[in-house]
Each structure stands twice: as C-alpha cells, then as structure tokens.
C-alpha cells in the first residue's frame, strides 16, 4: 500500500513538471532574464528594456512586473533576474548612505550609486535617463487655490493649522526614510494617523483618484514627478524647494557576469534611456494610465517612433 | 473433495474451533449448523482462506490449500453471504460475470452463461440483464448473488446463512430453489445456518457444532431418531422431534390403493407426512385422498397407517 | 382577472425594478481613472420603452409552476411547458435590449465627447444581470427536460447579448476597451490561468486520492493528517504564497538543476504548491468519504472471489466512491480556479495579474476584465461537474422505478 503512495508522489512530481515545464522559461546561460517593479512606470521601462533586447537578438525571459522594490532587488541579488530599471536615489537607502550629499544631484548621486553598488554586489548601473521621478505631493487644485498651497512649506503650515488635509500614500513611502519622513525633515511637515490613508501597493493612480474624487476626505496624494494624470485629474504638485529628496533617475540594473554574458546591453540601452526625459515620461505615462493602453505596446510604439525599433 | 483434517483456529487466546476433522464428499450438501459462536462460519470462511487457520491442513482436491495461489483458489469457490454483496454499479449482467471476466472469458460464452444462470433461477434473462441491484427485490437480488458465485462453475460453492435477512416466504422458496439446483448440477456445496429447519431440509449432512467443535455429524433422518447428546436434543427441538421427523418422510410409502371415501380431503403425492398430518388435523378427518400430478386419485392415506409407522420414534 | 403571482419571481422583479431606477446604469468618467457621472436607466430608455415596461413586469412576476392549487392543467402539458420556456426567452431578450441601449449611449459619448472618456457600465446594470441570472435558473428548474437540456436552455438566455457582442456593439463600452487595448495579454493570461489551475488540480489527486486510500487502511493516519490540512487550510492564501518563496529561493540555490528547470521562489513553483496543500483537504476528505461509504458486503463479495486489493480499488471502491469524491473534487477545482487570481502576486501571471493590474492603477474595467473571466471559468467548472455527478449515479435511481414496489417491478413468474 505504501509502495502505492510512494509511486503515485513520484508521479505526482513528475507530471506536474511535465505540466509546469512549458510554463516555466528555460533559466538556461543563453536567456537574459528581465524583471521590473509593478508600477506603472516600471512596467514601461522593462517593456522598454525588453523589446529592445530582444531587437538585438538576445534570448529574453519576460518577468516584467515582478513585485514591489524589496521583491524585485532581492531577486537581482539572489540571481533570480539579471536586469531591472532601478531609481539611482534609490541607492541611497538600500547601500545605505542617505545623508550624501551627492544624492540631491542627478550625475552625483548616479556616480556614487554605480561605485558602490559595483564594489560590493556586482551589480553595474549603466547610462540613466534625464529624469527626476521623484516622490512629490499633489493637492486637488480647489484646495490649493482656496489656500494658497505652492510648496511643501505652505503645505506643512496648513496641515498642522486649520486643514483639513487628508493624503492617501503608500506604505513604502510612509515608511522608507527618504519618503515622507525626509519632508517631515525639511519642512517640519507632520502628519497625524487621521490625515493619512495608508494604500496597498506603490502605484500613484491609485492615490491620485483617492484625491481627485475626495474618497474618505482624501485632497492630496502621493504623487511621481513623472506621473501622467497629476494635472489631468485635477491635481497641482507641491514644489520642493528645499530639495528634499534625492534625484531619483531611471536606469537600468544589470549583474556583471549577464553583462559579461551580453556585453551588447549596454550600448543597445544607453541611447534609448538618454531619449528619456522628464516630459516624455509624463506623455508615456499618460498613455499608459489615462489612456489605458498596455504598457507593453507604449514601449514598442515609442522605440518604433524613435528609430528604436524597426 | 474437502478434508478438514485437525483443524484449529484462535483469536487473540480465545479457540475459535479446535481439533475440527470433517471431510466433505464431491456432490454433497453439507451443513454446518450450531448457535452462535460455534465456530461454524470461522470453519467455511476456512476452506477459500476468508479466515487462515493456525493449526492441522485443510485439503482442497487433494491439495494443501496454502500451497494454492489465495486468489486462485477464491476463483474456483462460489461464495455467497447474507448480504449479498451485489456490486451497486454493476447490472446483473456484468454482476454475475465478475469471475468470468477475472478468468477471461469471452464475450459470447460469458452472455452464454447469463442466461442459462438466470433461467436456472427462474429470472427471464432478457428482463433481467440490464437491470441494476437497486432494482431489485431482496430475494431476487440473493438469487443473483448465487448466481454469481456459481458463474465461472466453480468446484464448491460455499454460502454463509445466505437467506438469514429474507421474509419467511422467499426465504422457503428461494430453500427449494437452491434444492432444486444442488440436484441439478450435482455441486458439492457447504451451507452455514443456525436455522435447523433449512437445514433438515436441504443437507444431505448436517454438522452439528458447538463451541467450536463437533458435536455430531449425521444425515438429517439420523440426527432426528439417533441425537448423540442432550445438547443435540435440544438443539433440533426436543418437543417438536416427532414433527420434524415427518417433514422429512414422503406420503409415498404409506399410500394404500384402495380409494378414500368421497368428500375426503386431497393431498398431492409429492408431499411429506407432515402436511398429511396437518391437513388431517384441520379437516378432522382419518382418511385422505391422494392426488398424482394430474390431479387423479391414486389411493389414500390413513391417520391410523402414519400413527403405526412412528410408534418407534424416541420421544 | 385574478393576477396570479409568483413570490420568487415577484420579489426578483420588483428588486429589479428598484436596481433599475435608483442605480446607474452607466456611469461616464472624463479619463480612466475616475469613477465618472451616474447614468440611470431611465434617462437612456426610449419614449416607446415606457410603454413595455408593465406589461413586461407582469409577465415576469406570472407563475409558470404547473400543479397545485395554481395550475388546474395536468403536470406535463405543453402549455404550460412553453410558459416556462417564455420566461427565460423574456428575460434574453431583456438582457440584449439592455445591453444595447448600453452600447448605443456609450457610442454617442464616444463621438460627442473627448477619446479619453470612458463609459462603464454601472452598478445597476450588474444587478440586473444578477437578478436576470436569479430568475432564469428559478424557470429553468421548472422545466421537465434532462439537466443537459436545462443547462443548455441557462446558456441560452446569454446568447443574444453574446450575439450583440460579437458582431461589435458595445466596443465604445470601457470593459471592451480595455480588453482591445490588451487583447493578446488576456488569452495569454487566460490560458496560462488555465495551466496553473491544470497543473495544481492533477497532483492533488495523485496525493490526495492515495491518501485517502491510506486514511482507511490505518486508523492513525487520519487522526494528525485532518488537523493539519485543516490548518493549512486557514492560513491566507497571500500569506501562504509568501511563506512559501523564501524556502523554494533557497532550494533553487541549494540544487542548480531545479533552477535551471525553472524551478524558483517566485512564479509557478510557490503557487502550485501552495494550490496543491490547499485543494488536498477538500479531496482528502471527500475521497475518504467516498471509499467509507462503500458498502463491506461488496468489498468482501470481491475479495471472496479473488479479486486482487488493486482489482478491488479500481473495479469497486472508486466507482462506488465517485458520487461522493466528485463533489469534493468540484469544490477543489472551483477553489482553485479562485485562488489562482492571487498568485499573479507571486509572478505567476494568469487572469489575476490582469486584475491587480487594475487595482493598483485604479481603473476598475481592468479589474472586471480579469474577474469576470475566472466567475464565468468557475461557473463553467461547476456546470461541467453537475454534469459528471450526474452520469456517475447509478441508473435508474431519479426514476419512477426506485420507488415502485416489488410486485409493480416484475412482470415475470418470479412472485
């Protein structure tokens, strides 16, 4: 009887790989394999990265929209996937020297996180795009205008005044210390437990329609400096004057020995996120979120359109 | 054809049977009967390996019977229980097949089968095939469940108190049935029962056990006039010995040739005293008219000529 | 004349009345991501329409049920057979108008207004089809036609608004959109949610049904193994699926070969285990059932006749414990068709990713475009085992026959 069980466990094994085998993608040396974040932006870039590729003859394997930033480096450290679109000032909190200066400027911060992140994961930052998708605050524009809300310091006065303010933002950024701790640094800008709304998953559509349709009281939201719906949906950013973030630019993520392995990656992707700037983001953006179209077409009509692809 | 030769089986300390020694003869009806926990179900469930005994050899054919293949030797034994054990998704067809089907037969000879079987129990085949044991009566769905032990013509057909859960009148019919059949097909066939009165009427031997051993091994007219103990007595019914004895001896010896007075009460010549004594009782007659097949007198029979031919019964 | 009144049907139509008056049939948003103006019903419909709505509403709410003190027509009469059938042609028909009036308003905003507005279909529609839904199975019960014919009279009600969709009204509609905007992307989805679901069901057989097996053989075993399938059972499905990554990561790391296989702690591998624990309890447990309820007599018959044990558990065992290890098997494929949505979190992809995608980019047609596939997949998995249940009971046991004495049964000379 045992030898029933024994046998119908191999069997069970067995044909379920038989069944898995076509799902799962050959991890052989020959295929690159290419995650990306779940956000509307990261979708764009590894669709971007992969189409590309992909035009140049590399053997790809599709993990766009992997998870959240935690799951998607992880996976790159481990060795699960080889490249990702990453944020340079992202550097800042995973390697773990957020106080650098450097961080506030683009080129700076871009240097820094390429030395430090080679020296001790080997994982090599190639030629970012010239953009700043920095985390930002968005109010509704009635709100604003009644009040007078330009920057994140009339935004700190007002919140901790009269209000009533109430911003929908995701747990990351309520979390990670160059989120909103970092404007609770600069502009003494607090907010009580009852003037958040704390949302699951890291895409701003998310909270900028919480804002834009007054969901639970919510008038501001969490907002990318990239983002395409901000002004279509009502909504103005408050400045940052002060500059507290760092400059999050774009750019791919790739570990040395799948480098080694496609050295054409980098002269094929360097161009391509140079043509990137912070207006075309918005319009890619747009196209994706207020349009509705998938994030993978976007990509291809783009590179299309800029000679890209043919 | 059987041979039980010092058998002996325990459950955890507790003796089962013991010292059991019986050999059944080819073509014998053979009933092993006793109260319960006479160890008379443990012994049939013996000879197919049902149950495996511990001590002694029991002889199939001549052979040893663990030097069978336990799934071969199952395969040339009917086996029919109370229960009957027909299989619920199964028709009757496929049902009375099942052995064939294990032995490979083919098609036509196992179809071939169904319907002599069926016939035999007096089933229309044709009605009957297709039809599934929820569809059926108790009594018909026993005689399906013999049916099926007898499919593949086994050697000996083995039945552990086959009618104990039938109402009393299929019960009696379906005895006849299986009478009908034991003389028929000439098979050899181990009843178990604890009802005496299916046993005096359809062994050819009656076993009779008790606490797991032989108490007597007799033919039913023997076991009636010559009961080898007090327990024997009381087993097939001290008080009621005399009738049972009639039930067991035909009319056809005591019929004289001279005619019964007209108005006098018929019986047919087939049956036992026992219903000659029954009839006489109710008609409060002393002479009755007997009756051949086709409904003509052929003499009579006297209370007086049945009282004499008893006088020397053991009350 | 006395309005006969059916109370099932009666309350169904008046609840769809109220849906159909206080909900928005659509709603018009400026872009994607708003939830748009309310459009209710009675703004769309035509001036002629009005005037259907009575006697539309009385002929839905009529009794079709035949007998009792309602009915004083025979049982079976065609009559009141093509009154049953009616009301299912109503209810189609209502659907499709519905549907189009949807779709003809959804087109003149297309046209009038800016290509970023989207036109959803609202809440009131949905109850509607909901209550559609309610109200044909409740007359398709009452037709006495095999379960085959009544399934087939169910799918039929969809057929002209499915008619409707095909030849392409209703492509201005915002769920329509979406689908054009990533059609490649939802088969792909589809059939990989299809494999998943494939891929998790056939282990859980392969383990649970020896497992089963082994429940009746040893006491023991089903005395530690019933708490711990139960107790995986409870742990959410998320949780689960993210307990299960760290541990496979590390396998792949452990062993190359499983990783270059594919094998890994994201995607198919923690989600077809996790699938695989969670559908064993439900068929663990029916199988067990099932082999239980086999009657002993019929064991012992065949072990009597020289069956072998593996004889016995194919010829006997499993077809007598079919009736009651299918359903079980149907709640397992159901639940799973279901749970699989949530492994697109783990990087499995299937019809979930669709619907998380539309969750964390707010455009809610997103999310019906990948939902309503896997209700319609869930619906269809358990119309296909009603049917399979129904061809495993033993013949004859819906009949008049079961019932009918022995003496009614036999029409030969057996008494």
């Known amino acids: 009887m045992f030898l029933i069980q024994r046998r119908s466990l191999l069997l069970a094994a067995g044909l379920s790989a038989l069944l898995a085998a076509p799902l799962m993608a050959q991890a052989q040396s020959d295929t690159l394999r290419v995650g990306s974040k779940i956000d509307t932006e990261g979708k764009l870039l590894g669709n971007i990265i992969v189409l590309a590729l992909q035009a140049q003859g590399v053997k790809v394997d599709n993990r766009v929209a992997l998870g959240n930033t935690k799951v998607v480096r992880t996976a790159l ?125 890291g895409d701003t559509a998310a909270t900028i329609r919480a804002a ?25 950013i408050m400045q940052d004057p002060k500059g507290a973030q760092p400059v999050y630019a774009p750019a791919p993520v790739i570990r040395e020995e799948a480098l080694k392995r496609f050295p054409v990656v980098a002269s094929t992707l360097a161009p391509i996120f140079k043509s990137l700037d912070a207006e075309t983001l918005q319009q890619l953006n747009a196209r994706i979120q207020l349009e509705g179209v998938d994030a993978r077409k976007v990509a291809g009509d783009y590179l299309r359109s800029k000679g890209f692809l043919k | 054809m059987i041979e039980f030769q010092n058998i002996g089986k325990s459950y955890g300390g507790v003796r089962a049977v013991e010292g059991l020694n019986l050999h059944i003869e080819l073509g014998e009806l053979v009933v092993l009967i006793g109260p319960s926990g006479s160890g008379k179900s443990t012994a049939l469930k013996m000879i197919n390996r049902m149950v495996d005994h511990d001590q002694g050899r029991i002889l199939f054919e001549g052979r040893e019977i663990y030097s069978f293949d336990v799934r071969d030797l199952r395969r040339r034994m009917g086996y029919a229980i109370q229960s009957v054990g027909l299989f619920p998704h199964w028709t009757v067809e496929r049902n009375i097949a099942t052995v064939p089907h294990l032995l490979g037969w083919s098609k036509e000879s196992i179809s071939q089968r169904v319907t002599e079987l069926l016939t035999l129990f007096d089933m229309a085949p044709e009605l009957f095939r297709q039809r599934y044991p929820h569809q059926l009566s108790g009594g018909q769905q026993q005689r399906v469940g013999v049916a099926r032990a007898l499919a593949a013509d086994p050697a000996v057909l083995l039945m552990d108190e086959p009618f104990g859960a039938l109402d009393p009148v299929t019960r009696t019919a379906l005895q006849l049935e299986l009478k009908r059949v034991h003389q028929t097909s000439g098979k050899t066939i181990v009843l178990v029962t604890h009802d005496i009165d299916e046993a005096l009427l359809l062994a050819d031997r009656i076993v009779l056990m008790n606490q797991g051993q032989i108490v007597q091994v007799a033919t039913p007219l023997e076991l009636l006039s010559s009961p080898a103990s007090d327990f024997v007595l009381d087993f097939v019914g001290r008080s009621d010995l005399g009738i049972k004895l009639l039930s067991l001896k035909a009319v056809e010896p005591l019929i004289r040739q001279t005619p019964a007075p007209p108005g006098s009460p018929t019986l047919a010549q087939t049956a036992s005293l026992r219903e000659a004594v029954a009839i006489l009782a109710a008609q409060g007659s002393g002479v009755l008219s007997v009756l051949n097949a086709q409904q003509q007198p052929v003499g009579s029979l006297h209370a007086s000529d049945i009282l004499a031919s008893h006088a020397h019964v053991r009350a | 004349m006395r309005l006969k009144v059916h109370p099932v049907l009666a309350v169904c139509a008046l609840l769809g009345l109220g849906a159909a008056w206080l909900l928005p049939l659509l709603r018009v948003a400026p872009n994607r991501l708003m939830s748009g103006e309310p459009v209710y019903l009675a703004s769309v419909l035509p001036g002629w329409g009005w005037s ?162 082994a429940c009746t053989r040893r006491s023991g075993l089903h005395q530690w193994l019933f708490p711990l399938l139960n107790i995986v059972q409870t742990v959410p499905s998320i949780a689960l699926f993210g307990l299960l990554m760290a541990p496979l990561a590390w396998l792949a ?163």
Not at chain 3, 96 to 113: I, P
Not at chain 3, 276 to 292: H, K, N
Not at chain 3, 330 to 352: E, H, P, S
């Open chain 1, 77 to 201: 450290v481990a060795g699960e996937i080889d490249i990702y679109p990453e944020y340079t000032g992202n550097g800042a909190f995973m390697l773990g020297d957020e106080s650098n200066k450097a961080w506030k400027d683009l080129r700076a911060g871009y240097e820094l996180v390429k030395k430090m992140d080679f020296e001790r994961n080997k994982i090599v930052w190639l030629e970012p795009a010239n953009a700043n998708n920095t985390w930002a605050i968005a109010v509704r524009k009635d709100v604003a205008t009644a009040n007078q809300l330009r920057t994140l310091d009339d935004l700190a006065k007002f919140a901790a005044g009269p209000g009533p303010l109430k911003l929908a933002a995701s747990a990351e950024f309520m979390e990670r210390p160059d989120g909103m701790p970092a404007f609770t640094a600069a502009y003494n800008l607090k907010l009580r437990a009852d003037q958040t709304l704390v949302l699951a998953g």
């Open chain 1, 212 to 236: 834009a349709e007054k969901t639970s009281g919510v008038n501001a939201a969490m907002a990318y400096g990239t983002d395409g719906p901000v002004a279509a949906l009502g909504l103005v």
């Open chain 3, 52 to 213: 259907l709505v009575l006697p539309v509403f009385a002929l839905l709410i009529q009794p079709s049920s035949t007998g009792g003190t309602f009915n004083k027509q025979p049982p079976n009469a065609i009559s009141s057979q093509l009154r049953v059938a009616a009301l299912p042609l109503l209810i189609a028909l209502g659907l499709a108008s519905l549907f189009w009036l949807a779709a003809t308003h959804a087109q003149q905003v297309a046209q009038t207004q800016s290509s970023l507005t989207r036109t959803s279909l609202g809440a009131g529609f949905w109850c509607l089809v909901a209550l559609a839904w309610l109200m044909s199975l409740d007359a398709v019960q009452r037709l006495s036609a095999s379960s085959a014919a009544r399934s087939g009279v169910l799918a039929l009600v969809a057929a002209p608004t499915l008619l409707l969709l095909a030849i392409g009204v209703g492509k201005d509609l915002s769920l329509l959109k979406e689908y054009v905007n990533r059609e490649e992307v939802f088969w792909l989805a589809l059939w990989r949610h299809l494999q998943i679901v494939a891929t998790a069901i056939v282990p859980s057989i392969l383990l649970g049904l020896p497992l089963a097996w």
């Open chain 3, 253 to 415: 790391l452990q062993f190359p070969r499983l990783s270059q296989a594919g094998f890994s702690g994201v995607g198919l591998a923690p989600a077809v285990l996790a699938l695989v624990l969670y559908s064993l309890l439900p068929i663990v447990r029916s199988g067990l059932a099932g082999l239980e309820q086999v009657p002993v007599a019929a064991k012992t018959a065949a072990l009597a006749m020289g069956m072998s044990e593996r004889q016995i558990f194919w010829q006997v065992q499993l077809p007598l414990a079919l009736p009651v290890l299918l359903p079980g098997l149907r709640a397992a494929v159901v639940q799973t068709i279901g749970l699989t949505a949530v492994t697109a979190l783990v990087g499995a992809g299937g019809l979930g990713s669709l619907m998380f995608d539309g969750l964390f980019s707010a455009a809610n047609d997103l999310v019906l475009l990948g939902v309503l596939p896997i209700v319609l997949l869930a619906m269809l998995a358990d119309a296909l085992f009603k049917a399979m249940i129904a061809w495993v009971q033993p013949i004859g046991f819906s009949d008049a026959d079961a019932s009918a004495t022995p003496l009614a049964q036999v029409s030969g000379r057996i008494r």
